[in-house]
């Protein structure tokens, strides 16, 4: 996955198409995506932070997720921790963050709700 920083803008952009795979239909994040990863600052030393490169690319799938409702957000926050996991996260990690998610994702995805 190659990512460009847009530091102006808080954010990444996708430089090429990103593939994967949810619900087992093949899904493709197109160029030009952008996605923060959002995880408040305040968290970012107790589970990490959004420029962290192990989750660059679970953050951009599950911010891909969130944006098109491919699938149901319990299944994006699933595919967020299978990511953060299959990328070397540290399970520990990757389950805090998943828990948060589960939390406090739901404005997110009602706010992204087409």
Request: glycine letters at 4%.
């Amino acid at each position: 996955m190659i990512i460009r920083p847009l530091p102006k803008e808080d954010c990444y952009e996708l430089v090429e198409p990103l593939v994967f795979w949810v619900d087992y239909k093949r899904q493709v994040v197109p160029v030009g995506f952008r996605f923060k990863g959002s995880i408040p600052r305040i968290f970012w030393t107790i589970v990490t932070n959004p420029y962290d490169p192990t989750g660059a690319r679970a953050f951009c799938i599950h911010d891909y997720l969130y944006d098109t409702h491919l699938c149901s957000r319990k299944n994006a926050d699933l595919k967020l921790l299978q990511c953060l996991l299959n990328d070397g996260m540290p399970k520990e990690t990757a389950d805090t963050i998943f828990s948060t998610v589960r939390i406090a994702g739901r404005s997110a995805w009602r706010k992204n709700y087409a």
